[in-house]
């Protein structure tokens, strides 16, 4: 199924409530597949409304199959920006294509731009992987590595090696994922012991750990019970 939108996104109301418009093709026949919905945040007084990231007639192919169709979207910076559409119309495919995680899909195929920061993410001299140190992605299903709790998280800050305090960085990392009062008496044991939803919010701490300009969020919190849902909630209200 594609999505093929005009092109459109959506302001903030004065109250800082969100607002959701269409931009599914089918949206002119009133029958929207696809919704982008942006929100301020908690912390709208930082919030300038730049567009940060850009697609231009993206169109997305898994062989010879059409995923999305021309999406031209402007994403701000600064805001939670989420998209809404039935399963199978391409959101995941949209997401992929920001930090270029559909080039380890053989079948993918990429047609148009895709601008972050006024950069055309798939030109030559772009390197995918310093691409995702800066746009940070959390999956669907929580992805842990096979390392202890404290390395998940601490595994990007040694690579990133800014000189700070792991030991800090780590636990304020936690912290932040609601995760910390959980695990903090055995951050060496191994992070698959964890329950899928102290998984995936510890994927969210590894994330957010080494401080990235964007984060992506492919549902996260659709493995998570409504408790640890809403908790997810607030730290994405927050890092808004
Ligand atoms: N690796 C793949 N190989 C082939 N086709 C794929 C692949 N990934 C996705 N597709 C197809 O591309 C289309 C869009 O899929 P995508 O996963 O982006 O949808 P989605 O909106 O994220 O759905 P959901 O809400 O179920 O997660 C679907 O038709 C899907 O079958
Ligand atoms: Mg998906």
């Not at 701000?76 to 080039?103: H, Q, W, Y």
């Not at 992805?143 to 636990?171: C, M």
């Amino acid at each position: 199924m594609a999505f093929e939108p005009e092109s459109e996104t959506t302001e903030p109301t004065d109250d800082g409530t969100s607002t959701a418009d269409p931009v599914g093709g089918s949206a002119a026949s009133g029958d929207p597949e696809i919704s982008v919905a942006t929100g301020t945040g908690s912390s709208s007084s930082t919030a300038s409304g730049r567009t940060v990231i850009e697609s231009r007639d993206l169109s997305v192919y898994y062989g010879e199959t059409r995923a999305l169709q021309d999406i031209t979207l402007e994403i701000p910076e600064k805001r939670v920006t989420a998209m809404i559409g039935p399963s199978g119309c391409g959101k995941s495919t949209f997401l992929r294509c920001i930090n270029r995680m559909n080039d380890l899909i053989e079948s993918a195929r990429v047609e148009g731009e895709f601008y972050f920061e006024g950069k055309n993410v798939y030109d030559d001299d772009v390197d995918p992987v310093a691409l995702r140190r800066r746009i940070g992605m959390v999956f669907q299903q929580p992805n842990p590595f096979p390392k202890s709790i404290y390395d998940n998280v601490a595994y990007g800050l040694r690579i990133q090696d800014d000189g700070g305090d792991i030991d800090a960085q780590v636990e304020q990392a936690l912290k932040r994922a609601a995760l910390w009062d959980e695990v903090n008496d055995q951050l060496d044991e191994s992070a698959l012991d964890l329950s899928g939803g102290q998984q995936q919010r510890l994927c969210i701490a590894r994330a957010i750990a080494v401080d990235p300009d964007v984060l992506l969020m492919d549902e996260p919190a659709s493995a998570l019970d409504p408790i640890a849902t809403s908790k997810i909630e607030d730290l994405i209200e927050e890092l808004a």
